[in-house]
């Protein structure tokens, strides 16, 4: 099956600074990736969406100042989580879908991020 | 936008027994309706998924049901073991408009012996 792999798996940083999280899809194109965010106990909430070559497409709420989303090339797309704060300590998981195909969009493993 | 109701929040059952999990939605442009099993700090994972043309589609032990009139899907777990004990998300998504997957609430499913 398709795999996606997400890069740093969980990261902590002081309060203030800036985090990229990387999501690479290693076997097939993905010309859309989607980035959502999980508290704990909570269900996956729809970030952004992007596509490569494209600015990113935010939903309502998410700063897109904030959350910088690069998509570069098919198979990397980039979160950065700017001037981090302890409320944005999260599950922040990537996914990846194909041109094509029926909607199955193919998941990352997660980064936990922990801002102190 | 759509909306994805998901029930129970909670559902504990003894092994070997059935487990029905039930999900509604909202915006009747959605095509694709798949279930997510997902253990504590992992990914979500696919374990079923049924499109708008299929009333139903079974897989082992799993089945899914879709009533579009209704705007509402099932999940079905029979003789379930205690590996199955997760939580378990629906989603629905517009194939034909984004693809964004919007999700359920999520069920905390608890296999006992």
């Known amino acids: 099956g398709a795999v996606v792999s997400q890069h740093p798996s969980r990261v902590i940083c002081k309060s203030g600074t800036s985090v990229k999280i990387e999501c690479r899809s290693l076997?097939?194109?993905?010309?859309?990736m989607f980035w959502y965010r999980q508290f704990p106990k909570q269900s996956l909430m729809l970030m952004a969406t992007s596509n490569e070559g494209s600015k990113a497409t935010y939903e309502q709420g998410v700063e897109k100042d904030k959350f910088l989303i690069n998509h570069a090339s098919l198979t990397l797309s980039t979160l950065t989580v700017t001037s981090a704060h302890p409320e944005d300590s999260s599950f922040y998981i990537c996914?990846?879908?194909?041109?094509?195909?029926?909607?199955?969009?193919?998941f990352g493993p997660g980064t936990r991020l922990t801002v102190l | 936008g759509e909306n994805v109701e998901q029930h129970p929040s909670t559902l504990s059952v003894q092994e070997g027994d059935s487990a029905v999990i039930k999900c509604t939605y909202s915006?009747?442009?959605?095509?694709?309706f798949p279930w997510y099993k997902q253990e504590l700090g992992k990914r979500p994972q696919l374990i079923i998924d049924i499109r708008s043309n299929v009333g139903e589609k079974k897989d082992q032990r799993i089945a899914v049901t879709l009533n579009k009139t209704a705007k509402h899907f099932s999940l079905h777990i029979t003789e379930t073991q205690p590996e199955d004990s997760a939580v378990y998300f629906c989603a629905a998504s517009n194939t034909g408009g984004g693809n964004k997957l919007t999700f359920g609430t999520g069920t905390q499913l608890k296999v006992e012996l």
């Open positions: 076997d097939f194109q993905a010309t859309t």
């Open positions: 915006d009747s442009a959605s095509n694709y």
């Open positions: 996914s990846g879908k194909t041109s094509g195909g029926g909607g199955e969009q193919f």
